[in-house]
């Protein structure tokens, strides 16, 4: 039975804070503020904590408020005044070679065309260059072949695939599909431009029309009739209401009542507003503080071809090392550094796979970055315990250097003049965790050559991981929680306002420059807290410090789906909870769903209540560790099709966790549906998300038959059942046609060679994955040492299904010595797997008793699960054949 260890999901230890250390012992009396600063947070996690949410809308709107909403807000918002919108007219059209320019007084209008289904569109002051923002990658694009239409009220440019008619008389965009169709437009009521220096766009919607994306925002799925702002923000425990979070994704998908899709990247990098349909239902805008006006335009009409061309524009994910994708352990308060040991060591004796555990800031010298100390924290020391246990570290850093004559770090940036300044080329002087602190000006190619240089100091002492902390950039002494808007960068010429959002993109971007500096044959692991459009490229992204809650667990799903499909691949959760107090079911429920995102780290902070349980999964007594051990043995179990995940989200920019709308965008009863997901493309993960629920609905889409992973059940698609979810079962399908790869588990990655591949299939006509393979560690792939090998499994009309696998690629020195193939849901096979081509009879082959006589394979069956196994040569070039007899083949 499991024990109650409170009242609510963060229940806070109530005890008083020792008294701060006298002003002559700044050091003591620095560690009392923060240890003060803590106690006041936490609190604010524990007055948040009891909302609760329902299991079909786990985050409804009606649903029990936080006592404040919000979370913490940066300064005053700059509303759109609709009344007062110019109007911009077109007085002459310049024909360019990839569009046209239009003369709109004193701006200029551009479209321009990048393929026949993206084009940009910008509104710019005239003699002001085009804008890039950092997040753009590709900037030169082959030539579109267009035609072009010019009329008294509208000039039209035509491509293949998209029509993109600007209007005349009041300057306005509208986009068409080949057919002529209109896919989206302007409102011509306000038009586009910009008001009192605010770039803005009015667009139509029709009723039917849903929105998605925008990166890491909260509350549900679906963003119709939501009123969102991107501005990145250090909202500790934040509600799931909160506007402000942590990371600036402006790009997003407009889901048409037909199916139609299409998707906008407002790119700006300023403060940005998204009102999607919350003032009325027939129109949605979006404006921003300051900077240009220009997005792009993607014409579906899958979300999936959107994000490919999306992520061909702002990059993709590189493959990230295969430890990254395993378990990691982490909480602010392991010290001294032996408890990092132990706990690794804990893993190990429990025989729970783990692959890195994180040090937090308590390994710093007085919180000073890039310093370690030496007597609790012995790097080297630490590295060869760690990496004994087949562990790796992955350590905190933050943006913030210490105002101190005797650190060597902050006299080499005021060398450099490295720092943010105020108004009068001051230096701007925050409060952070190490006190007063300079910032780095990462606008600037020399800053951040210096600062990536200084990643040595870890890289070189056994870190094979870096976590970027507190770069929105966080400041505790400010009223807004960052540096005052009217600070400067590179030189005095950018203002805080539009460096702001891509202050920790630039940080990302110096840090992979140092990773590959002192490790340059290794894949880089970086994780963010904060970052912008294009952020892949560089880093993984956690969503910052949650709570400990059963809303903030049914959270994690709408927001990890939603940054998915807003082109980053690697997102993960604080498993668990940071701030508060985890209960034993939350925990529970919480380690299944960790175990099935695309990032995998439990991550908490109880520095300040010692007598409460830890987070890791022994630490609420033997069911719940063994819940937890179950769920992350499965993962490693899974790696190999995880992996190939990520491949693809590398080559195509596909989401390993995707909402349900990315591979069923054509069922409208998936729209709204924010408490299921796709992991992969194959497998669809139902959590449960409601304290004290044992069962719940499940909605199986249509277009596929489903079978239930656990009981091997099978249902059609397009309805819900009711399916029973005891503690220990999260509810997980796995959909018709499929070939799911797995191995033997690990207690890390490359603790074991690969040596037998095993094939999970489900076939009811053909499935088919191309499987890839690497070293898992270096660039090497990129010089072509990888292998691919495409497995198809066909079922014929008989019910004989034939496996065929054909090398595409062979550049890797495979361990792989057998591919086990488990056919789920058939009948009893005939006793051997036949080798070549089939014919029927085929005497000499297989007698009526079932003796072998030539070029077979023994086949195994378990009755009870109705899966038929047979073990293959990998070197097998020939089709493998599983027979049944008679016509019992056939499905169920």
């Known amino acids: 039975m499991l024990v109650a260890l409170g009242t609510g999901a963060v229940l806070m230890l109530a005890q008083a804070g020792p008294a701060l250390a006298a002003p002559d012992d700044p050091d003591a009396q620095r560690g009392a503020e923060i ?25 409804a709107a009606e649903a029990k408020e936080w006592p404040d ?59 002001k260059d085009e804008f890039f923002s950092p997040g753009i990658v590709k900037r030169d694009w082959e030539p579109v072949e267009f035609t072009v239409e010019d009329s008294a009220t509208t000039y039209r440019i035509i491509t293949s695939d998209l029509t993109v008619e600007v209007l005349k008389e009041r300057f306005g965009v509208r986009m068409l599909d080949a057919a002529g169709n ?51 923000t250090d909202n500790y425990s934040f509600p799931v209401t909160a506007p402000y979070v942590y990371a600036t994704i402006p790009f997003f998908y407009g889901l048409k009542g037909d199916g139609h899709a299409y998707g906008i990247f407002f790119d700006n990098t300023h403060r940005s507003y998204y009102e999607m349909a919350s003032e009325a239902d027939d129109y949605y805008y979006f404006y921003a503080d300051g900077g240009d006006l220009t997005y792009y335009f993607f014409n579906g009409p899958s979300i999936a071809d959107i994000l490919t061309r999306y992520t061909e524009l702002t990059g993709r994910q590189p493959l990230p090392a295969e430890w990254t994708l395993g378990w990691q352990q982490s909480k602010w308060g392991y010290k001294p550094g032996q408890r990092l040991v132990e706990i690794a060591q804990g893993y190990r004796d429990r025989k729970i796979p783990l692959d890195a555990v994180n040090f937090d800031i308590d390994y710093m010298d007085e919180w000073r970055v890039f ?60 409060d952070v965790w190490a006190g ?44 807004y929680h960052t540096a005052p808007i009217d600070v400067e960068f590179n030189h005095g010429t950018q203002q805080h306002t539009e460096v702001h959002n891509i202050y920790g993109f630039l940080e990302t971007q110096s840090t992979v420059q140092g990773y590959n ?153 998936v729209r709204d549906i924010d408490d299921q997901y796709m992991f992969g493309e194959n497998l669809m993960v139902a959590p449960v998300v409601t304290e004290g629920q044992r069962s719940r609905s499940v909605y199986l889409p249509a277009g596929s038959r489903w079978t239930d992973w656990w009981s091997g ?18 509810p997980l399908y796995v959909r018709s046609d499929s070939i799911v790869p797995m191995r033997e588990v690990q207690q890390h990655t490359g603790e074991k060679p690969l040596t037998d591949l095993e094939l999970h299939a489900w076939v009811d006509g053909s499935a088919s994955t191309l499987f890839y393979e690497d070293d898992g560690w270096t660039h090497d792939k990129n010089q072509g040492e990888y292998d691919e090998t495409r497995f198809t499994a066909t079922r014929s009309a008989g019910g004989s299904v034939r496996l065929q696998q054909e090398v595409v ?43 072998i006589t030539a070029k077979t394979l023994p086949v195994t069956y378990d009755a009870d699960k109705r899966v038929a196994t047979v073990t293959i040569p990998a070197t097998t070039t020939e089709p493998v054949t599983l027979q049944f007899s008679g016509r019992s083949g056939a499905l169920r």
């Not at 803005?200 to 029709?206: G, I, P, Q, R, S």
């Not at 937890?628 to 693809?648: C, T």
């Not at 059940?713 to 999260?730: C, H």
């Open 371 to 430: 310093t370690w100390n030496e007597e609790d924290f012995p790097p080297e020391e630490l590295d060869a315990q760690l990496e004994a246990l087949g562990v790796k570290s992955v350590t905190i850093n933050d943006p913030g250097v210490k105002v101190d004559d005797n650190y060597d770090v902050y006299l080499q940036g005021n060398d450099l003049d490295a720092w943010v300044t105020g108004p009068n080329f001051t230096d701007y002087i925050g």
């Open 809 to 851: 690629h062979d550049g890797y020195d495979s361990a792989i010595t057998t591919v086990t193939l488990k056919v789920h849901d058939v009948p009893r096979p005939l006793p051997a797997a036949v080798v070549g081509k089939v014919t029927q009879p085929r005497p000499g082959v297989m007698r009526p008793d079932g003796g």
């Open 182 to 232: 209109v896919i989206n437009e302007d409102d011509m009521r306000y038009g586009s431009g910009y008001e009192n220096g605010k770039p803005y766009v009015v667009k139509k919607t029709d009723p039917d029309e849903d929105f998605y994306g925008f990166g890491e925002q909260t509350r549900g799925l679906n963003k119709r009739g939501e009123s969102m702002r991107m501005w990145n």
């Open 517 to 669: 500096q002192f490790k340059p044959g290794v894949r880089p692991f970086i994780l963010t807290r904060d970052t912008y459009a294009g952020g892949q490229r560089y880093a993984a992204l956690w969503t910052g410090d949650n709570v400990s809650s059963w809303e903030h667990l049914a959270l994690t799903i709408p927001q990890n789906s939603n940054i998915g499909i807003s082109g980053i691949a690697q997102v993960g959760n604080d498993i668990g909870g940071f701030a508060g107090t985890t209960t034993p079911e939350l925990m529970a429920r919480w380690m299944q769903v960790g175990a099935f995102i695309p990032f995998s780290r439990v991550h908490y902070d109880n520095t300040f209540q010692e007598d409460q349980p830890g987070q890791e999964p022994w630490a609420f007594g033997p069911q719940v560790e063994a819940i937890g051990k179950r769920y992350i043995e499965l993962r490693y179990r899974l790696l190999p099709y995880l992996y190939n995940a990520y491949r693809d989200a590398e080559l195509s920019g596909e989401p390993v966790q995707q909402p349900l709308i990315y591979q069923f965008q054509d069922d409208a009863n």
């Open 69 to 127: 909403p919000t979370g913490a807000l940066p300064h005053p918002e700059n509303p759109l005044d609709k009344e007062a919108l110019p109007t911009l007219a077109v007085s002459g059209v310049t024909a360019t070679a990839d569009g046209a320019l239009f003369d709109l007084g004193g701006f200029v209008g551009q479209v321009r065309l990048f393929t026949d289904d993206l084009a940009k569109v910008s509104v710019r002051a005239k003699g």
């Open 436 to 479: 007063s602190s300079k910032f780095p000006d990462f606008t600037r190619q020399d800053v951040r050559d210096w600062w990536g240089g200084l990643h040595g100091r870890l890289l070189d002492r056994g870190v094979e991981g870096l976590w970027l902390d507190m770069n929105e950039p966080a400041v505790f002494s400010e009223p």
């Open 35 to 59: 240890e003060q600063l803590q106690r006041e947070r936490q609190e604010r996690a524990k007055s948040g904590g009891d909302q609760q949410g329902t299991q079909d809308q786990p985050l």
């Open 713 to 730: 059940s099978t249902f059609a698609g397009g309805q819900t059942i009711t399916r029973q979810a005891p503690l220990g079962t999260m």
